[in-house]
């Protein structure tokens, strides 16, 4: 499937600067793309590649103004990166047409309703009293328990389970592997040292449009529920914890960890390994960045890193002090040499 940088172009409200009838088959990164590939330019650090790539097309921002000649063709558009993306979901929609009906052997309870374009594949279970939005996908060896309710267009992949009286939004994708639902990490202490379970009562609600990642768990509620707002993405291998709360359109990279009963607000973005203790509050617009240790609460527009984590700035700063750390320890043991010798 080819397309032409005209074509291109008023697809994604674009002009072209360059062969309007040049064709791409392909996306690549713009330092390894070839003639048949459309690629982008977004960051400014990658700014010299462009005068050097082989594709065929750049998508790049309507105010870029090269230094020098550029052999490929440019389609200028608002904010390349976003542009690349909806390309992308339009050739992903047209080449990958989704499955519909039941595969067998796979179980569907008494009384669940399939609707229209619906999907479930071999050897998934659907329990008990689900209700499932239309157009929903829900990929071999799946486990959807009683009561879940899943909404339209929701894409559950291979082996994900989602527990019992678990809600699910519309447009949600549930990676391979992920748990949504079990038990939250609640045990008492007994007098004897061992501990009794607490059981979890609650639910877990995923809002629309959130993405959770391979292998990622978010336990169920002690008692109420465990809650992912609209539009939030997590990566994979990710840790949310029970009665946690995280808000609308938060982004948290793979091995991030939510204590129990935290609140993280909306609009975030936290690194990798970023862990947060329980029991505290997140504001919104924080930034963490990667492997910080959150112990306490954090005031909305901060950007910390660290453990315990600090600003930005202090970070940098005491990054820098640590590094001098061996000169200064040297300059001390010689002045105190010195100082030793002029002692009578």
Do not use: W
């Amino acid at each position: 499937m080819k397309f032409t940088a005209s074509q291109i172009a008023a697809a994604v409200g674009g002009t072209v600067e360059g062969d309007a009838d040049v064709a791409v088959s392909t996306f690549a990164k713009i330092e390894e793309a070839t003639p048949e590939a459309l690629t982008f330019l977004a960051n400014p650090k990658y700014n010299h590649c462009i005068y050097d790539t082989q594709a065929g097309i750049v998508l790049v921002r309507r105010d870029f103004v090269p230094e020098h000649p550029v052999r490929a063709t440019l389609v200028r558009v608002d904010d390349p990166y976003a542009t690349l993306s909806h390309l992308l979901q339009m050739v992903d929609a047209a080449v990958n047409v989704r499955p519909t009906g039941v595969e067998q052997p796979s179980f569907v309870a008494d009384g669940v309703e399939l609707p229209e374009g619906a999907y479930v594949g071999a050897f998934s279970y659907i329990g008990a009293g689900v209700r499932m939005g239309r157009n929903v996908k829900i990929y071999p060896q799946a486990y959807v328990g009683a009561g879940v309710t899943i909404g339209d267009d929701t894409v559950i992949y291979p082996g994900a389970r989602i527990y019992h009286g678990c809600r699910i939004g519309a447009r949600c994708i549930i990676h391979a592997g992920a748990v949504i639902g079990a038990d939250g990490f609640g045990f008492a202490p007994t007098a004897d040292g061992s501990y009794s379970k607490i059981p979890q009562l609650g639910i877990v609600e995923i809002a629309d449009d959130v993405e959770i990642g391979a292998n990622t768990t978010v336990d169920r509620a002690t008692m109420g529920r465990t809650a992912i707002g609209q539009g939030t993405k997590l990566d994979n291998l990710i840790q949310v914890g029970h009665n946690a709360e995280i808000g609308t359109n938060t982004v948290m990279a793979a091995q991030c960890g939510i204590a129990g009963s935290t609140h993280v607000g909306s609009n975030c973005m936290f690194g990798g390994q970023v862990g947060l203790a329980g029991h505290i509050s997140v504001g919104d617009n924080v930034q963490i960045g990667a492997q910080s240790g959150i112990p306490g609460n954090v005031e909305s527009g901060a950007r910390i890193i660290g453990s315990p984590a600090v600003p930005f700035g202090d970070f940098a700063r005491q990054a820098v002090y640590v590094k001098r750390l061996g000169d200064v320890f040297s300059r001390l043991s010689a002045l105190e040499k010195e100082i030793k010798k002029q002692t009578p």
